[in-house]
Antibody, heavy 119, light 111 residues
Framework: QLQLQESGPGLVKPSETLSLTCTVS??????????WGWIRQAPGKGLEWIGG???????YYNPSLKSRVTISVDTSRNQFSLRLTSVTAADTAVYYC???????????WGQGTLVIVSS | QPVLTQSSSASASLGSSVTLTCTLS???????IAWLQQQPGEAPRHLMK???????TKGSGTPDRFSGSSSGADRYLTISNLQSEDEADYYC?????????FGTGTRVTVL
């Protein structure tokens, strides 16, 4: 059974870099069928697509975040990661990782991890 | 890039039905969408894929009381025999080559 688990610091200081990892179990991240993504949800707000990556390393980002975001993949560990630089309080959110299937919708989600940006 | 529009809230009585609407922006009326459910404090989960013709495919674990339909640029999610556990936020989702797009979500309250 596919499982995705986010991990990383729950508190990040303003202007620093947020780093999260998503560990995939029950499926190989190297499958060419899937695309692996990050989504966030600010408190009380809706879902925001951050970006995604194929196992080959080809990554695509939300234009509104593109200048600050890097998504990478480590196939040997079956993980993919998110880096968001120069964070502010507006980046406080629950961050989710998810799998995008061949058709295009997100078919499996991690449980999410809350990241608070505060000094 | 498509834009998805949803009403902010809906309510209905226990055991009744409620229909949620997701409207695709101009020029994107043929897009396939998906419906997501997010229960309080939980991660979103996929409910179904819904095509412009109205055919839908439910995800594993989606109860029978959930159904989908379409008309033009509108995509509908109908919840029949509403249960207390259906009180949640519902999002529609679509995509293009490498991007996901989410609607603003509809909060369903069970009276």
């Amino acid at each position: 059974q596919l499982q995705l688990q986010e991990s990383g610091p729950g508190l990040v200081k303003p202007s620093e870099t947020l780093s999260l990892t998503c560990t995939v179990s029950g499926d190989s991240i190297s499958s060419s069928t899937y695309y692996w993504g990050w989504i966030r949800q600010a408190p009380g707000k809706g879902l925001e697509w951050i970006g995604g990556i194929y196992y080959s390393g080809s990554a695509y980002y939300n234009p509104s975040l593109k200048s600050r975001v890097t998504i990478s993949v480590d196939t040997s560990r079956n993980q993919f990661s998110l880096r968001l630089t120069s964070v502010t309080a507006a980046d406080t959110a629950v961050y989710y990782c998810a799998r995008r299937g061949q058709i295009g919708f997100l078919d499996s989600w991690g449980q999410g991890t809350l990241v608070i940006v505060s000094s | 890039q498509p834009v998805l529009t949803q009403s902010s809230s809906a309510s209905a009585s226990l055991g009744s039905s409620v229909t949620l609407t997701c409207t695709l922006s101009s020029g994107h009326s043929t897009y396939i969408i998906a419906w997501l459910q997010q229960q309080p404090g939980e991660a979103p989960r996929h409910l179904m894929k819904l095509e412009g013709r109205g055919s839908y495919t439910k995800g594993s674990g989606t109860p029978d009381r959930f159904s989908g339909s379409s008309s033009g640029a509108d995509r509908y999610l109908t919840i029949s025999n509403l249960q207390s556990e259906d009180e949640a936020d519902y999002y529609c989702e679509t995509w293009d080559s490498y991007t996901q797009v989410f609607g603003t979500g509809t909060r369903v309250t069970v009276l």
